[in-house]
């Protein structure tokens, strides 16, 4: 399908598409990265042909019953992200309306807790368990431990010496690559502060 575009230009794109024993394609959030790696494109290109090179991509790479899982998985996947186009706009016109009534800090937190919630219900409608588990999980608990921290910090009711003590325990619930990608952040930001 001739060059790719030019914001892809430069890039290299590893196979990392595993199967089983048996060919049965290997369920990664690999998997996920090579659909997004195409459909970034999307500002550039129509739809239609970034989903023929994922296709030309899925066919060069692998074969049944792989081939037809992964098309499946793509199938869910872009189901999956035409539907969360909607919730974005729906979201986006609900804050405008809350920075026009410029009362949007609780508001806010609801609103964003019900963004979660749906994206996380239509991620569970459109995509396989598995699928989802393997592509999302890490994010939906990120996701959540980033909500939990807002309540905490949103909480005038609390000492700074108790919220930094439920910050530090919210944390201590993280799985431990979390922990430690979040630490190695929080030490640059220390040595900014101190610099």
Same mark, same amino acid.
């Given at each position: 399908y001739g060059n790719l575009p030019n914001s892809l230009e430069g890039t290299l794109l590893d196979n990392k598409l595993e199967t089983d024993e048996y060919g049965h394609l290997i369920i990664t959030d690999d998997i996920k990265y090579l659909f997004d790696y195409f459909l970034s494109t999307i500002n550039e290109e129509n739809l239609d042909t970034v989903l023929l090179r994922i296709d030309e991509y899925l066919n060069?790479?692998?074969q049944e019953p792989a081939l037809s899982e992964s098309k499946s998985i793509l199938t869910q996947y872009i189901t999956l992200k035409s539907s969360l186009v909607?919730?974005?706009?729906?979201? %986006?016109?609900?804050?405008?309306?809350?920075? !026009?009534?410029?009362?949007?800090? %609780?508001?806010?937190l609801q609103l964003l807790r019900h963004r979660l919630s749906q994206r996380n219900r239509l991620r569970?409608?459109?995509?396989?368990?598995?699928?989802?588990? !393997?592509?999302?999980?890490?994010?939906?608990?990120?996701?959540?431990?980033t909500y939990s921290r807002l309540l905490i910090n949103a909480d005038k009711s609390i000492t700074a010496k108790d919220r930094d003590l439920k910050l530090s325990n919210l944390q201590q619930m993280l799985p431990d690559t979390v922990r430690q990608s979040m630490r190695k952040s929080q030490i640059i930001d220390e040595l900014k502060i101190r610099t």
């Open positions: 060069y790479y692998l909607g919730l974005e706009q729906e979201m %986006g016109e609900q804050v405008s309306e809350l920075e !026009k009534e410029q009362n949007i800090d %609780g508001q806010y569970a409608q459109y995509l396989d368990p598995e699928v989802n588990e !393997k592509f999302y999980q890490e994010e939906e608990t990120y996701d959540e431990y």
